[in-house]
C-alpha cells in the first residue's frame, strides 16, 4: 500500500518552555501528483515530553489522513547564545 508522505518542520522561538500549540500547525506545501504535504508547527512537548499522539490528531484534523509516512525535521539549536558564539570565532 502506497503511504501519502508528510514531512514537517518543527521550530520553536526564543520561549524554550513553550508547550506544543496544535492551532499553529500549517500546511506550507501540498503535492497533488505525489500527494506528499509539507507541514510546520511549533516542537510537540509538553511536561518535557513528546506528544506524539497529539501531532497526529492535529495531523489528521488539517489533512484527513490515518496512514502516512512521517518524516519530522527539527530546526532547534540547543546551543545557549554564548556557546554560539564561541562555536562561530
Given at each position: 500500500?502506497k ?28 503535492n ?58
Amino acid at each position: 500500500m502506497k503511504y501519502t508522505l508528510i514531512i514537517i518542520i518543527l521550530f520553536m522561538g526564543h520561549l524554550a518552555s513553550c508547550d506544543f500549540l496544535p492551532n499553529r500547525l500549517r500546511i506550507v506545501d501540498f503535492n497533488k501528483t505525489a500527494k506528499n504535504y509539507f507541514v510546520r508547527g511549533n516542537v510537540p512537548i509538553k511536561n518535557k515530553q513528546f506528544q506524539i499522539d497529539e501531532l497526529r490528531g492535529s495531523l489528521y484534523e488539517i489533512t484527513g489522513l490515518n496512514r502516512y509516512k512521517l518524516i519530522i525535521i527539527s530546526l532547534l539549536n540547543f546551543l545557549t547564545s554564548k556557546e554560539s558564539k564561541l562555536r562561530y570565532i
